[in-house]
């Protein structure tokens, strides 16, 4: 586990606190290393709320649970942190949000800080969120001047009278902060990258971009509702059609339709609401139609853990809809992939007509964590549609194995998709030959399309004898663990495509002595995958499944446990 | 022969005396008086016997699920605003297991043209009730007849504010061909709900039935106003027949939509530039 800090806000829904970790990743980013995440409550209003941020003097993508600093933001902000807290955090509060025997009993140090006061004294009680982020930024010495002018950016249309009010709370709050003796610290690198700060689910929209999307219809439901948010922001500039739909049912119909007319569609969901789009998914299926579909898991089964993270729906994307055909399914795990991914996802639709899905879940999509600025380019938007001539047939046997696919009103033919078995004109048809023809056609993109599978990255020492496996967000979690050296025999396998799996996969598992797969579901879907698909040992999983990602401390302890 | 026909036979697959031959050829006339290129004629259609349609007319099709062919059209008109697009199916698939994408379209306003063959009673599964089923109407499932109001798809379109209001019958060919050609030429979402014979499985509605219990509308009639059409709408007794409404001028879903503010370009014809991408990541 890597030397760092976790500062915990802990407030209620409604409280800004979205703002307060924007303006501090993005401050703290300059000078640390830093990843945030957060755990909301399923309300709008009320409940509690908590912004988890991490820092560091080299780079960290994963949560730490243990806090060590605490910042009340209410009187009912602590209970649900105890868990968390220890002898060595620091509880910065008003006097009535936490009692002394509460703290007390967890041996956890007092330190007043009355925001709302002090908000008082700068002027108006709206200053609070910025007097805080002055006091952490005091505390961690960040340059004042630049987060004066991340301040000056976010309010510049209110005006400069505005900004000086907020740019004198601020300063009011860094002086404290700065004041302040912190019992521990970690130190600055003596140099930092020109990061970009993201979350995950804007890693996603840029690749969703960069793969050419230029129409998404879907109906909301968290975390996948952010995806259509982010393509609505940017739906003008970069021509993109966004359609809310009635119903899931619709959006992946849609979706479908558009593609079939030459756009480049996604949906994005959360498990209910893909369950509802599964018809839709055998239907991209049979009529060879390419589909993007985004799926951002949470807890379930049905309305689970609405705004909580999981990863249980892998079953669910490989097995959806009736019959039998190919699709592919991609997870990012760090940010890049997100880009990577998502772009990469519709170009995979387009070669192989083939439903592709987007598997992320809420802690992915909502994390912010840096990286270094890279460029991507075009070579995702390669279209391969064909223009039609007189004889043109959608589904003509092909040597290629794929039916080139042909768009309405562009050429000469005409395009027949259908949902019924149907011939190579796209016809209904009842013939059992062409029925068995055209099924052995659309499976055999299967084995077509693992020539663009995926690359798998392994991490730590290639003469392994222990092998971790994970796939999606799991990914900076088990990195950290590995880097930082506490097992030198013990390699990670972080695949990006868990479906279909590519048989070159078989060799790192054959390798292991003691393979071990970690999830964040119940019943160990993945390894339960990687055993059928490719007939490997797995000895035992790592599983959590109650709302949270894994933390550092728990990686570390249960990985020790497994491989000892 | 005509476009939109096949030089060669088919192989049909309703009923013989089914109300679909004689709609069938309403279509293909229709589509070649308004001189349309079939290359730019897409039919979506769901399931069912209804549905079938598009197989048997040479133009573009995508026959999808049942109950979601309106909302494969109204993605392919917006994806390519170029083409005529034609949503079809029967009354199980439009009204019933569609019934949401009916009422959610119509308040989008499409232009597409959506026709809709009613002959109140599910074919292709043989012979249950439909969402426009009279009540006692006897079926293997309802076999003390059905006992549920009947949908009534003109009163439920004109309240969503549909913009083009329709009921024809395939006794009338050349009345429903015109009906057909107008519901095309109109800008926005167009209705036009077919009223026919099955001739295996409803044994009450026969095409006497129809003859006997649907009238005209009146040469003087105006479909313009919206009180006229909604008191027509809601005569059940003896059914009108021909445009009970048609308002013009009211945006349609593609005109509403920020990709076409300014640009008319169908989003498929544009292209992206990579490098307004990148400046996401800077």
């Known amino acids: ?564 | 022969m005509s476009k939109f026909d096949f030089e060669h036979d088919i192989d049909i697959a309703w009923c013989p005396g089914c109300g679909n031959f004689p709609l069938r050829m309403s279509i293909i006339k229709a589509l070649n008086e308004l001189g349309l290129d079939p290359t730019q004629v897409v039919f979506s259609s769901g399931i069912g016997q209804a549905a079938k349609m598009p197989q048997y007319i040479d133009a573009n099709y995508f026959n999808g699920l049942h109950g979601r062919g309106l909302s494969v059209a109204v993605a392919i008109q917006a994806a390519n605003p170029s083409l005529t697009v034609i949503a079809e199916g029967g009354d199980g698939d439009m009204y019933g297991e569609g019934g949401n994408h009916f009422i959610q379209n119509i308040r989008r306003n499409p232009n597409i043209t959506h026709i809709v063959h009613n002959n109140m009673i599910y074919g292709l599964t043989k012979g249950q009730g439909s969402p426009t089923s009279p009540r006692d109407l006897v079926t293997p499932i309802q076999v003390d007849g059905v006992v549920n109001e009947p949908f009534n798809p003109m009163a439920v379109a004109l309240s969503m504010g549909a913009t083009f209001v329709a009921r024809a019958f395939t006794g009338d060919s050349e009345r429903t061909k015109e009906i057909i050609k107008a519901a095309i030429l109109h800008k926005g979402y167009a209705i036009v709900d077919i009223f026919h014979p099955c001739v295996t499985f409803n044994k009450v509605n026969t095409f006497a039935w129809y003859k006997n219990n649907t009238y005209w509308l009146e040469d003087d009639y105006d479909p313009s106003l919206l009180t006229n059409a909604m008191a027509k709408a809601l005569e059940v007794q003896k059914f009108p027949l021909g445009i009970l409404y048609e308002v013009k001028g009211k945006p349609t879903f593609d005109d509403n939509l920020n990709v076409y503010h300014e640009d008319k370009s169908p989003i498929i014809t544009r292209k992206r530039d990579i490098a307004n991408v990148n400046r996401l990541l800077k």
Request: proline fraction near 4%.
């Open chain 1, 1 to 564: 586990m890597r030397d760092s800090l976790t500062i915990v806000l802990s407030g209620e829904a409604g409280q800004g606190l979205a703002t307060i970790e924007e303006f501090l990743v993005e401050a703290i980013s300059k000078e640390y290393h830093v990843f945030t995440s957060k755990e909301v409550m399923s309300r709008v209003r009320g409940g509690n709320n908590t912004v988890e941020i991490r820092i560091a003097k080299d780079p960290v993508e994963a949560l730490r649970y243990g806090i060590d600093y605490l910042f009340l933001l209410n009187n009912h902000s602590f209970y649900r942190l105890t868990k968390r807290v220890t002898d060595k955090t620091v509880v910065f509060t008003e006097d009535s949000f936490v009692s002394d025997e509460e703290l007390g009993k967890l041996k956890a140090t007092r330190h007043p800080l009355n925001l709302s006061e002090l908000a008082k004294q700068a002027g108006n009680r709206i200053f609070a969120n910025t007097i805080l982020f002055g006091y952490i930024a005091g505390m961690l010495e960040l340059t004042k001047e630049s987060c004066h002018e991340l301040i000056a950016a976010r309010f510049a249309s209110k005006g400069d009278k505005i900004i000086a009010e907020n740019h004198n709370a601020f300063n009011l709050g860094f002086d404290l902060g700065k004041a302040y003796v912190l019992p521990k610290k970690v130190g600055k690198p003596t140099s930092i990258p020109a990061y970009k700060v993201m979350d995950g689910n804007t890693a996603i929209g840029i690749g969703t971009l960069a793969g050419g999307v230029n129409f998404i219809a879907s109906y909301p439901m968290s975390p996948g509702t952010s995806l259509l948010v982010y393509l609505a922001e940017k739906g003008k500039e970069f021509n993109v059609l966004v359609e809310q739909a009635e119903d899931e049912i619709a959006a992946l119909n849609m979706v479908v339709g558009a593609w079939y007319a030459g756009a480049r569609a996604i949906a994005t969901t959360s498990g209910g609401g893909f369950a509802l789009m599964t018809e839709a998914v055998s239907l991209a299926g049979i009529t060879e139609t390419p589909a993007v579909i985004h799926v951002a898991q949470r807890p379930g089964p049905a309305t689970g853990l609405p705004t909580r993270t999981e990863q249980a729906d892998l079953n669910l994307v490989v097995y959806a809809g009736h019959g039998e055909f190919p699709r592919i399914v991609l997870a990012p795990g760090k940010l890049e992939d997100g880009v990577h991914l998502a772009q990469r996802a519709f170009w995979l639709a387009d070669k192989y007509q083939v439903p592709v899905f987007l598997l992320t879940d809420q802690y992915y999509l909502e994390s912010f964590a840096q990286v270094i600025p890279f460029e991507i380019d075009d070579r995702y938007l390669e279209s391969f549609v064909v223009k039609t001539d007189v004889d043109y047939k959608r589904y003509a046997f092909d040597p290629s194995g794929i039916s080139p696919r042909g768009i309405p009103g562009n050429g000469l033919g005409f395009v027949k998709s259908d949902s019924d078995e149907h011939d190579e004109a796209g016809q209904i048809t009842e013939d059992f030959d062409v029925r068995v023809a055209m099924n052995d056609k659309r499976l055999h993109k299967r084995s077509l399309l693992l020539a663009d599978y995926v690359d798998e990255e392994l991490i730590g020492p290639k003469d392994y004898t222990n092998l971790l496996v994970g796939w999606g967000s799991t990914y900076g979690v088990i990195k950290e663990f590995i880097e930082s050296g506490d097992s030198k025999n013990t390699a990670f396998l972080h695949i990006r495509q868990p479906f279909p799996l590519h048989p070159k996969l078989k060799k790192y598992f054959d390798q292991s002595k003691n393979t071990i797969v970690i999830e964040n579901n119940a019943t160990g879907q993945f390894a339960n995958l990687c055993k059928l698909e490719l007939d490997v040992k797995i000895h035992s999983s790592i599983l959590k499944y109650n709302g949270e990602p894994f933390s550092i401390e728990e990686i570390t302890q249960r990985v020790t446990e497994a491989i000892r």
